[in-house]
């Protein structure tokens, strides 16, 4: 392990966005087993420091390359094209019409049903952009239609967020 190796290199799998969970969840306990500051204590403060160092280095990679989002979105950094979401908020037409009626159906949701429905809408439109994603990094790699596709995403998952909220509103 190096300290400049990438969370991929790290992890010792392959720099792309499909990934076994399994796999990671393995990987990261090998990792964190080979660096644990109690197989250091005998050599003293110092490398129990540097132990926990690697410790926190492995831990936010593990969170980034589990996270199907924050992975496509690191790739695409590793790729030279990084998401910047909270400068580039540019969507094509269509997405946002369909963020401004699933904002409307959900303002104008009454019950559980009409939520329901409104989630398993959102679900899908979650599927389809993972699944998109899978295509432009994995089989492309086109990463700026990538980066797009992750700020695209990031909206997705944050309206999940508040319908979820509504849904917690209601004791649902």
Same mark, same amino acid.
């Given at each position: 392990?190096?300290?400049?190796?990438?969370?991929?290199?790290?992890? =010792?799998?392959?720099? +792309?966005?499909?990934?076994?969970?399994?796999?990671?969840?393995?990987?990261?306990?090998?990792?964190?087993?080979?660096?644990?500051?109690?197989?250091?204590? =005998?050599?003293?403060?110092?490398?129990?420091?540097?132990?926990?160092?690697?410790?926190?280095?492995?831990?936010?990679?593990?969170?980034?390359?589990?996270?199907?989002?924050?992975?496509?979105?690191?790739?695409?950094?590793?790729?030279?094209?990084?998401?910047?979401?909270?400068?580039? +908020?540019?969507?094509?037409?269509?997405?946002?019409?369909?963020?401004?009626?699933?904002?409307?159906?959900? =303002?104008?949701?009454? !019950?559980?049903?009409?939520? !329901?429905?409104?989630? +398993?809408?959102?679900?899908?439109?979650?599927?389809?952009?993972?699944?998109?994603?899978?295509?432009?990094?994995?089989?492309?790699?086109?990463?700026?239609?990538?980066?797009?596709?992750?700020?695209?995403?990031?909206?997705?998952?944050?309206?999940?967020? !508040?319908?979820?909220?509504?849904?917690?509103?209601?004791?649902?």
């Amino acid at each position: 392990m190096k300290l400049d190796d990438n969370d991929f290199e790290l992890f =010792a799998v392959p720099a +792309t966005f499909a990934q076994d969970r399994a796999v990671l969840d393995a990987r990261w306990k090998e990792l964190q087993r080979e660096v644990h500051p109690d197989r250091f204590a =005998a050599q003293g403060a110092a490398a129990q420091r540097v132990a926990m160092q690697w410790s926190v280095r492995i831990n936010e990679a593990y969170q980034r390359l589990k996270d199907p989002l924050r992975r496509a979105s690191y790739l695409c950094e590793l790729n030279g094209s990084p998401v910047n979401a909270e400068k580039n +908020t540019a969507m094509p037409p269509d997405f946002l019409m369909q963020q401004m009626e699933w904002r409307e159906a959900l =303002a104008e949701a009454q !019950d559980a049903a009409a939520l !329901d429905k409104l989630r +398993t809408e959102v679900q899908a439109g979650r599927a389809r952009a993972l699944s998109s994603l899978d295509w432009l990094i994995d089989e492309k790699g086109d990463y700026p239609a990538a980066s797009r596709q992750v700020r695209a995403l990031m909206f997705i998952e944050r309206f999940a967020e !508040d319908v979820e909220a509504k849904s917690d509103q209601w004791g649902q």
